[in-house]
């Protein structure tokens, strides 16, 4: 996870980055319609997605809710 979070930083990850109390670590990317996701974007959320960390895109915040 150390070299996730380096990652994340060194890339200006997801606007969000939320550690939940059990631990659990969530990063979201705030997006308003119609802006998409950058490829870059999209690659990282993949990764951390393969790799069992949750990561999403959200254009609301019934979105941002129903992912957390």
Known sequence: MEHILKLVFQLDGPDLTI?????????????????????????????????????FVAYSLEEFIENV
């Open 19 to 55: 550690i939940t109390d059990d631990g659990r670590v969530i990063f979201c990317e705030t997006k308003i319609h119609p802006r998409k996701p950058t490829q870059e974007q999209i690659n990282f959320i993949n990764m951390l997605n393969t790799r069992g960390i949750k990561a």
